[in-house]
């Protein structure tokens, strides 16, 4: 079975916000725990429980992000959380998929998770930060 899997790599994705980047760090580790899991052929139930876990905690990261963005005046406010709103929802909609003895649908969970977490963190985020940043946040 094929793993996906996201590899930290401080050069491309550190932003330079800490609360940012200790979030995005912790998403990825979530992301590939759920990964491994479905590689080693863990059963639909704790897949479930896993992407459950991973939902919540990016529901609580959308949340501080946009705070951040009302905050500090983030003019792309709208279209980030609209960005986030759709991961979320895709989300949800992929974790009803898993089903018991369905490992080609928990593969395509995984991979559209590492796909969806490395392209939120280099590109939405990576455009917040340099906003963020040039407001003095770190």
Known sequence: ????????????????????????????????DL????????DCEQARLRMESLISFTQGHFVHEESLMREYGFPGLETHAAEHEEVLR????????????NAG???????????CAENHILNEDKELAQYLLGKGLS
């Not at 990964?35 to 863990?42: N, Q, R, S």
């Not at 895709?90 to 003895?101: N, Q, R, V």
């Not at 649908?105 to 796909?115: E, G, K, S």
């Open 1 to 32: 079975m094929q793993k996906y899997y996201l590899a930290w790599d401080d050069s491309r994705h550190i932003l330079g916000i800490a609360s940012m980047d200790r979030q995005h760090r912790e998403l990825m580790d979530r992301v590939n």
């Open 105 to 115: 649908r928990a593969i395509l969970v995984t991979a559209f998770l590492t796909d």
């Open 35 to 42: 990964a491994e899991a479905v590689a080693h052929g863990c």
């Open 90 to 101: 895709e989300a949800l909609t992929l974790m009803e998929a898993l089903s018991p003895g």
